[in-house]
């Protein structure tokens, strides 16, 4: 049990010099220690005395994706999550709005917060939205014709 910690730990850790390693981005900014400690607080919220294991974690640039994003926060970071709790906690807005602006207020390259269930299309996105709130972002089908090009903030495509 211990082993696989420190696996995703280590994973947290190469995530985040991964996502402050864009030559842009390493110009202006340092890997950040509250950076840092907001990922690792996040992935012990979602785990603490909950049937749940944060099983991956991963950072995107969202630059190719959408039309505008919040200034100089080109990044996404998300939690891939598995065990029977996951659907409770994919279903908790206020519990996941309170960790993804817990990131977006300490990681200044991050404008958007993704959790997922491991292995499938179930994905609750949460990001920077006016007056610096934080929130779920609204779904558009894959068939809407606004899915086949570049997205406006705060839209997802759904399946």
Same mark, same amino acid.
């Given at each position: 049990?211990?082993?696989?910690?420190?696996?995703?730990?280590?994973?947290?850790?190469? @995530?985040?010099?991964?996502?402050?390693?864009?030559?842009?981005?390493?110009? %202006?900014?340092?890997? +950040?220690?509250?950076? @840092?400690?907001?990922?690792?607080?996040?992935? %012990?919220?979602?785990?603490?005395?909950?049937?749940?294991?944060?099983?991956?974690?991963?950072?995107?640039?969202? /630059?190719?994706?959408?039309?505008?994003?919040?200034?100089?926060?080109?990044?996404?970071?998300?939690?891939?999550?598995?065990?029977?709790?996951?659907? +409770?906690?994919? %279903?908790?807005?206020?519990?996941?709005?309170?960790?993804?602006?817990?990131?977006?207020? @300490?990681?200044?390259?991050?404008?958007?917060?993704?959790?997922?269930? +491991?292995?499938?299309?179930?994905?609750? /996105?949460?990001? $920077?939205?006016?007056?610096?709130?934080?929130?779920?972002?609204?779904?558009?089908?894959?068939?809407?014709?606004?899915?086949?090009?570049?997205?406006?903030?705060?839209?997802?495509?759904? $399946?």
């Amino acid at each position: 049990m211990q082993f696989n910690q420190i696996i995703a730990t280590g994973l947290i850790t190469i @995530n985040i010099m991964f996502l402050f390693s864009s030559p842009a981005q390493a110009q %202006n900014r340092k890997p +950040s220690v509250e950076c @840092n400690a907001a990922l690792q607080a996040a992935k %012990n919220q979602i785990q603490k005395n909950r049937k749940v294991k944060v099983v991956h974690t991963d950072q995107q640039n969202i /630059s190719q994706d959408y039309k505008s994003y919040p200034k100089n926060r080109p990044f996404s970071y998300g939690f891939g999550l598995r065990g029977p709790a996951t659907g +409770s906690i994919l %279903n908790s807005e206020k519990f996941l709005t309170i960790i993804a602006k817990d990131i977006i207020d @300490n990681c200044p390259s991050i404008s958007m917060v993704e959790f997922n269930a +491991s292995r499938t299309d179930h994905v609750e /996105s949460y990001g $920077l939205l006016e007056n610096n709130d934080v929130g779920l972002f609204k779904c558009i089908g894959e068939d809407d014709p606004r899915a086949k090009t570049k997205l406006h903030w705060g839209y997802v495509v759904c $399946l």
